[in-house]
């Protein structure tokens, strides 16, 4: 990436607080672009998205889809806007920096990207928990800590189990399916209790027996209280579970549309195409 990409507009933290919000919104991206050199990837785009919604992200190949989880994530620096997330304790809109992995996970903010990035050779238990393994005490007290093993294995299996799986915590990852891959590493984005999971095309490489226990993945997240947002490329996962769909084409938000019933496949594919403008 050149500097050019990785410039931002600088943000100023100390007068971070918008006004409170009378609606349920736990995210507000204000005004966002990402331009990487010459080609624009995003170009103001305003979303709020709502506490506890599953928000589904559609757009044909190279709307802009990728770059705004990457933007949420942390993983690349907006070029400009601003991002607001509610304040658990003062129910305020607080202003939030988005310019590393680390801000957007202290934000609450957990992303399970595409390739997972599982360390297929190891057990379940340590891609849960891998670079955030818990220790005990050994023989020696604190002298001689070590990785506690058995908390790992039984904290992966609630976690597991929190959305609707059973796999052996000390199963080889690369000896699991595609969708019990993707519960492990939605599982590891459980473990820091974030508030906002996004899912980057969950789907993709799973069976459709496993797409469906995905399906039901998604639906078990937002019952126990989690906002969801994700992308596929999908749009009958769009009907099944999404509460509501925004649409980018050429790196414009050009619809939000609720799923209750009104939507029409033709339509939203239309806006996805730009048949309908
Ligand atoms: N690192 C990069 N450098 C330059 N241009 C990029 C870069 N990443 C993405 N783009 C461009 O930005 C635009 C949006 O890409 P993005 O990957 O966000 O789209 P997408 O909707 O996720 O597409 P797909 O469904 O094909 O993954 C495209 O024109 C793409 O070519």
């Keep these: 990436m050149s500097k050019a990409d990785e410039s931002t507009v600088s943000t100023d933290v100390s007068t971070a607080t918008a006004s409170k919000t009378d609606d349920d919104t736990i995210l507000s991206v204000e005004n966002v672009s990402k331009h990487y050199g010459g080609v624009v990837a995003l170009e103001d785009v305003s979303l709020s998205i709502k506490e506890n919604e599953v928000l589904s992200i559609v757009g044909d190949n190279g709307a802009g889809k990728s770059t705004f989880i990457k933007l949420l994530s942390g993983v690349i620096p907006a070029t400009s806007g601003q991002f ?21 996970k202290r934000a609450g903010i957990e992303t399970v990207f595409q390739d997972m990035s599982l360390s297929m050779q190891h057990d379940v238990a340590s891609n849960v928990f891998m670079g ?65 999971v996004i899912l980057d095309e969950p789907t993709a ?73």
């Design 132 to 196: 955030r393994e818990p220790l005990k005490d050994g023989i020696s007290g604190k002298l001689f800590r070590r990785i506690d093993r058995e908390y790992m294995e039984q904290r992966s299996i609630e976690a597991l189990d929190e959305i609707g799986f059973e796999i052996d915590p000390r199963a080889i990852t690369e000896e699991l399916s595609g969708g019990q891959q993707q519960a492990v590493a939605v599982a590891r984005a459980l473990i820091s209790d974030p508030r906002i």
């Design 205 to 277: 490489e799973v069976s459709v027996e496993g797409s469906q226990k995905i399906l039901d993945l998604i639906e078990e997240l937002q019952a126990s209280g989690k906002t969801v947002i994700f992308i596929t490329h999908n749009l009958q996962e769009v009907f099944d579970v999404a509460d509501r769909v925004a649409v980018l084409r050429s790196g414009n938000l050009v619809a939000e549309l609720d799923n209750d019933g009104t939507i029409d496949r033709e339509d939203l594919v239309g806006r996805m195409t730009g048949a309908i403008q």
């Design 84 to 104: 607001y997330m509610r304040d658990e304790e003062t129910d305020e809109m607080e202003h939030i920096v988005l310019e590393s992995p680390s801000m957007a």
